[in-house]
DNA sequence: ACTACATTTAACGTGTTGGTTAAGTGATTG
DNA sequence: CAATCACTTAACCAACACGTTAAATGTAGT
């Protein structure tokens, strides 16, 4: 879908298999884009352009120094992705089970809902319209 | 890229707005998809093939109740990459600044590298042959 | 059975993605 | 200054994503 916020870019940029791997790699050093090809089954243009992917979506940085072009991984907007996930944590944490029970019986006060685990609450309606103004 | 595994799937669907749009408005409530539709400017066949990717990455449930077709949240997945996501927090939490810096510092010992803020250990060597091989 | 409603599937156009190989760019090296 | 190294860009292709409208499916009501 491409994405034009932030969000979408990210996610979009974890989607792809070899980016994470790409990522992994670099959360342990800084690298060239060669070194990057070396242990990946693609070629090093195909390494080129999911680097440039991972420069939009603001995963990694890059320097050149001589004719090495170094990539360093710039994990800030991974914060704002796990933020956005966390605001489900209390549909997989079982911890919360029993706050959700309670928000579920609350909000079937009001309407009824088959519901029993959960229910109820926060995540913001995030309007896609605008996000599909902006890029179609 | 489609990513056959689960966390590409995952990431995959969270990278369209729409479909967050969606998530967000399934945690809330269950909801049909005529329902979803009415607040999206897109038609019904599309959030119908929306919904059809976010079942696929398994965010979401279906029953159907009469004619109705139920959508619930089923975010289990997204443990997993809010799981991925968490071993990238020291490159954006502050707090952890310190222990990075010991880190980097380190491994600096080892090879020199002139990262100040951070570097070294852990996310996993997640290859992308396998993914690959699997997909294409 | 006929009709209406809810949703999916089909067919189609278009843009994007991810890969390839071949050619271009820019800095270092002989 | 020519050759080489480290990349990037261009041209191309197949597959997919996302939207549309029109037709098909399935369930409920009359």
Request: with cysteine.
């Amino acid at each position: 879908m491409s994405g034009s916020d932030q969000l979408s870019a990210v996610f979009s940029a974890l989607a792809d298999p070899t980016r994470r791997a790409i990522l992994a790699e670099l959360a342990d050093r800084d690298a060239t884009v060669t070194e990057l090809t070396a242990p990946l089954p693609i070629s090093m243009p195909a390494v080129s352009r999911h680097l440039k992917a991972l420069e939009r979506a603001g995963l990694i940085s890059r320097t050149r120094s001589g004719k090495l072009r170094m990539s360093r991984i710039e994990a800030a907007p991974l914060r704002e992705a796990a933020e956005w996930i966390e605001r489900y944590r209390r549909f997989w944490d079982t911890s919360l089970t029993r706050l959700d029970a309670h928000l579920a019986a609350v909000q079937a006060a009001g309407r009824p809902t088959d519901r029993t685990t959960h229910g109820s609450a926060c995540p913001d309606r995030e309007s896609p319209s605008k996000a599909h103004d902006k890029e179609n």
